[in-house]
C-alpha cells in the first residue's frame, strides 16, 4: 500500500516544516517576490519546493513532480534581490537536507517541479507553502504533497505548521501543541499526528452516518478561505442561511481547511469562484481532496462533477469546491446550486 511513498512523503514534508518555521514570522521585506498574477512568493515557497523535490528524487530518481514554483525567477544574478534569494533559499534548505546542495543544485531541484502532469501514469504535486497570503499574515499555511496514479489521487500528506492539534484553526480557537501532519493513502483512511512525532491516530468527520437526522444543519459549520478573493463569502453566506446553519463560517487559509473538516472540527468546505475565469491548480486540492474522502467526505466542484486530476496542471474540468459528509453532500450541492445559479 504505498509504504516506501508514504514514509519518504512524511519525511519530505516533516523536514518542510522545519524550513517554514524558520521563516515563519521572521520574513523580511526582501524575503518576498509577486509574481505575475500578483501573488506572493517567499524564499520559505522557494526552500520548500528544492527540499521535498530533492527528498523525493533521492529515493526515486524517475521520479515526476508537477509543482507550484519555478526557478525562472531566480536565475537572474545580475539582480540583488535575486542574490539575495538565492543565498537564503541555500541556507534554508541545507540547514534541513542530509547532504549539502550547491545553489545551482537546488535550483535544478526546484525546476524538477515543471512536469506537466495528465492522465497517464505516476506522478507527485507538490504546494511547497499553500495559502503563501496566510504564511506572511501569520495565519494558516500547508506543505501539501500527492501522489497522482493516472489521474487519480492515490496518497495525501499535509504538513500544517501552525495548526493546533485542536481546534478549528482560527485564530480565536485552538488547543494542544501546533504542528500537525495529516496522511492518507487510498482504502486506508485518513490519519493525523503530531509533526514531531510517529504515532498517528485515524480521523473520521464528525456527523456519522448513524445521526438521526442528516438533513438538520443547525448545527453545522461550514469553512471557506480567509481570503474573500478567493472564495465568494456573500454567496456562501446565502447558502448557510438556506441551510439554517446557525454558527459563523470558520475562516482559514490553505488546505488546512481540509484537515480541519477531515478531523470533524468543520463539516462543510466551500470554495465558491469569485472570478469566471480563474481555474484551480491540482496541488491547491490533491493531498487535501483524498484526506476529506478517507474520513468520509465527498468533494466535488460546484457543478456536482467529480475533481479530474488529470487534465494537467489546472482542474480545467471543474470550477468550485464543494466538500461534506457523503450522506450530506447532495443537501448541501443542492442549496449551492440554488444561490448560484438562483
Ligand atoms: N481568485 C482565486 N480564486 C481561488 N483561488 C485562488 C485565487 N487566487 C489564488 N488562489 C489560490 O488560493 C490558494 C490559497 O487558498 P486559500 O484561500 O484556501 O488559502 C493559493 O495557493 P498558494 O497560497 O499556494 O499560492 C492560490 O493558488
Ligand atoms: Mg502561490
Ligand atoms: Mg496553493
Ligand atoms: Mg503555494
Given at each position: 500500500m504505498l509504504a516506501k511513498e508514504r514514509a519518504v512523503a512524511l519525511e519530505a514534508v516533516q523536514k518542510a516544516m522545519r524550513v517554514c518555521r524558520q521563516v515563519y514570522c521572521h520574513l523580511?521585506?526582501?524575503?518576498t517576490e509577486y509574481k505575475s498574477d500578483a501573488s506572493p512568493v517567499t524564499v520559505a515557497d522557494y526552500a520548500v519546493q528544492a527540499v521535498v523535490n530533492t527528498v523525493l528524487a533521492e529515493a526515486f530518481p524517475d521520479v515526476r513532480i508537477v509543482g507550484e514554483e519555478d526557478a525562472r525567477g531566480l536565475r537572474d544574478t545580475q539582480q540583488p534581490q535575486v542574490a539575495h534569494l538565492r543565498e537564503r533559499i541555500t541556507t534554508l534548505a541545507n540547514s534541513v537536507l542530509e547532504s549539502t546542495q550547491t545553489t545551482e543544485q537546488l535550483l535544478a531541484a526546484i525546476d524538477r517541479g515543471r512536469y506537466e502532469g495528465g492522465a497517464r501514469g505516476q506522478h507527485w504535486t507538490l504546494d511547497p507553502i499553500d495559502g503563501t497570503k496566510g504564511f506572511v499574515r501569520g495565519g494558516q499555511y500547508a506543505v501539501c504533497l500527492a501522489l497522482i496514479e493516472d489521474g487519480q489521487v492515490q496518497l495525501g500528506v499535509l504538513g500544517c505548521p501552525?495548526?493546533?492539534?485542536?481546534?478549528?484553526?482560527?485564530?480565536e480557537d485552538g488547543m494542544g501543541e501546533r504542528g500537525v501532519l495529516f496522511v492518507a493513502v487510498r482504502g486506508h483512511g485518513a490519519y493525523q499526528r503530531a509533526w514531531k512525532s510517529t504515532s498517528e491516530h485515524p480521523i473520521k468527520l464528525a456527523?456519522?452516518?448513524?445521526?438521526?437526522?442528516?438533513?438538520?444543519?443547525?448545527?453545522a459549520r461550514l469553512c471557506e478561505s480567509w481570503e474573500a478573493a478567493h472564495s465568494d463569502h456573500g454567496t456562501a453566506a446565502r447558502i448557510r442561511a438556506s441551510l439554517g446553519i446557525k454558527a459563523r463560517p470558520v475562516r482559514l487559509d490553505s488546505q488546512c481547511k481540509y484537515g480541519v473538516v477531515a478531523r470533524g472540527e468543520a463539516d462543510i468546505y466551500l470554495r465558491l469562484p469569485t472570478r469566471a475565469d480563474y481555474v484551480e491548480k491540482i496541488w491547491d486540492h490533491a493531498a487535501g481532496s483524498l484526506l476529506v474522502e478517507e474520513a468520509g467526505a465527498r468533494i466535488t466542484d460546484a457543478d456536482g462533477r467529480p475533481l479530474q486530476f488529470g487534465h494537467g496542471r489546472y482542474l480545467s474540468m471543474n470550477r468550485g469546491i464543494v466538500v461534506a459528509h457523503r450522506d450530506r453532500h447532495a443537501a448541501v450541492l443542492e442549496a449551492v446550486q440554488a444561490q448560484m445559479h438562483g
Open positions: 523580511r521585506a526582501d524575503d501552525n495548526l493546533p492539534s485542536m481546534g478549528s484553526g482560527s485564530p456527523a456519522s452516518s448513524h445521526t438521526s437526522d442528516m438533513a438538520d444543519f443547525t448545527d
